[in-house]
């Protein structure tokens, strides 16, 4: 859990919950990471763009040491991603 507040899907608004059908899976509930920026639909889209072109983007760092950069980053900011 983030401890940036975001609005679940039942309390979203139409634009919001296009965005949270579109990433969330049948859970409607993307990860925290992403959910955060659940205050502004626009941003979320954003966010997601910046999320899939640093873990799946060309880069000459794998995808699973970026994975473990990440990991590491989390665990150093006390973040349960």
Avoid: Q
């Amino acid at each position: 859990m983030s401890h940036i507040k975001y609005i679940p899907y039942d309390k979203a608004n139409p634009p919001l919950k296009k965005v949270l059908e579109k990433y969330g899976g049948e859970s409607k509930r993307p990860d925290n990471i992403v959910n955060i920026s659940s205050v502004n639909p626009l941003a979320m889209e954003g966010h997601m763009g910046l999320y899939r072109s640093v873990h799946k983007g060309p880069s000459p760092i794998s995808r699973l040491n970026r994975e473990m950069i990440a990991v590491m980053v989390s665990g150093i900011n006390g973040c349960h991603y």
